[in-house]
């Protein structure tokens, strides 16, 4: 046995030891203080002696990471019934391990397709006019009064997120049903506050389209926080931007003549006279007439209040009861809604308050020939 093993019996532990570690899906948080103590026990002649330790201390940086996912999965749709219309709607997921404050800008796409839930949308029409950014603060996804103007949201927790509307006055809308406008936001970090610091995160002019520079180049400081940028596909795409492209699809009803149909028709065929009964029945007097109304949407959005009249020729007499209609089509229509679908005084009013797109409602009615 060597004779220095004799004399000194020592007894190695290493402990790690330190401030609770915060640990979010995004990593440890940055400004953590990681400190590790290893701690040295021995003996002299038996008797223990005072234990030796060594500490070093190391803060967490920084990882900038975020990512953008449309809020709706299919296109927006608006018929411009609001005066601020939205014409992309964005999540701004923050990844990273720091609250972060992140600037938008969004600009007008041309020609561009982009696949929403499947389908393919092309860009017909550009949008003008500056643009407005809300931050949707009580997360209904709708645009409300409640809702924060912003260029540069507040800083957004580790593993948060915010849903963010880009808006135009809808004057700066123009199109015709089906059109489609594609707006591609651009997202980049602004300055995440640690510990009552704050760290650039950019260039400091909130501009996401001019780049930023982070620490990659530098050694890590123990003691100091860097920044890190890891958000790309692969470390070399790692950057402090995200762009994302969002559709909005103009929807409006269509009740007027379409492409050469007919979206309003009015059809008459005689079914029986007092002559020849219901055999070739000719427009005799005494003969009846079966009116027939239909309309159709061929739009993709719903019209409201449709409020159809007719007012029987002075030459014909109203058949009491004959009055049907029906709301989805039908060949055969069924007995009219008497609240809605009423005759009086040789007036017939339909009242068929929305008319869904494609859909079709059908009126009928029988006069006899005076």
Known sequence: MNKYSKLIAPVLLGTLSGLAVNVHAAGTAAGTEVTNTATLNYQINGIDQTAVTAEDKFNVD???DFDLARLNTDANQT????DNVIVAA?????????PTSFAVAAANATGTTVNANGNDYTDTIDLTGTYTYYVDVNGDGQLDAGDTAITVTDEIPADDSVTIFVVLPKENITGVDGDVAITDLTVNGVASTINGTTYNLDTDDNDPSNGSTDDAAIANGATTIEVVYANGA???????????SD????????????GGIDNLTKTSVVISDPINGTTNPKAIPGAVVKYTIRIVNTGSAS???VIITD????DTTYVADS????????ATPAAADAANVTESSGVITANLGEVAAEEANVIVFQVTIN
């Open 234 to 244: 692969t470390p070399a795409d790692a950057d402090n931007s995200e762009v994302l």
């Open 323 to 330: 009055l049907l209609v029906s709301y989805d089509d039908l």
């Open 79 to 82: 018929s411009l019934e609001t």
């Open 303 to 305: 019209a409201t209040n």
């Open 247 to 258: 559709v909005l699809k103009l929807a409006f009803p269509n009740l007027n003549s379409d």
């Open 90 to 98: 964005f999540v701004v997921n923050n990844t990273g391990n720091a």
């Open 311 to 314: 007012t029987l020729p002075t």
């Open 62 to 64: 920084i990882k900038v």
